[in-house]
């Protein structure tokens, strides 16, 4: 069973920036692919940007150029690093790694961008 947990959110003025990190429990596989998602209060769960194990990524438009993913397969950690954070930014910030048709999810961590 793997288990992901998120970390590195918080309270933030508009502007600013934060780096979230996944790590995972186990080891995170070069086939992994691992995404960061979000969700706003009233908001359906939406993709922020996804990373796949031979390190293509992907950016929802509302994101790029601001946010950038990683992945540390040897710290078996995924990064969202966010810059310029807006105030419409805030959410609960997930991660799920896909693994062979498998899909787990993160507990989330909140992110909250003060104007």
């Known amino acids: 069973q793997v288990q992901l947990v998120e970390s590195g959110g918080g309270l933030v003025q508009a502007g600013g920036s934060l780096r979230l990190s996944c790590g995972s429990s186990?080891?995170?596989?070069?086939?992994?692919?691992v995404g960061w998602y979000r969700q706003a209060p009233g908001k359906q769960r939406e993709l922020v940007a996804r990373i796949s194990g031979g390190g293509t990524t992907i950016y929802a438009d509302f994101v790029k150029g601001r946010f950038t993913i990683s992945r540390d397969n040897a710290k078996n950690t995924v990064y969202l690093q966010m810059t310029s954070l807006k105030p419409e930014d805030t959410a609960v910030y997930y991660c799920?790694?896909?693994?062979?048709?498998?899909?787990?999810w993160g507990q989330g961590t909140q992110v909250t961008v003060s104007s």
């Open positions: 799920k790694l896909d693994r062979l048709g498998n899909a787990y």
């Open positions: 186990g080891t995170l596989f070069r086939f992994d692919a």
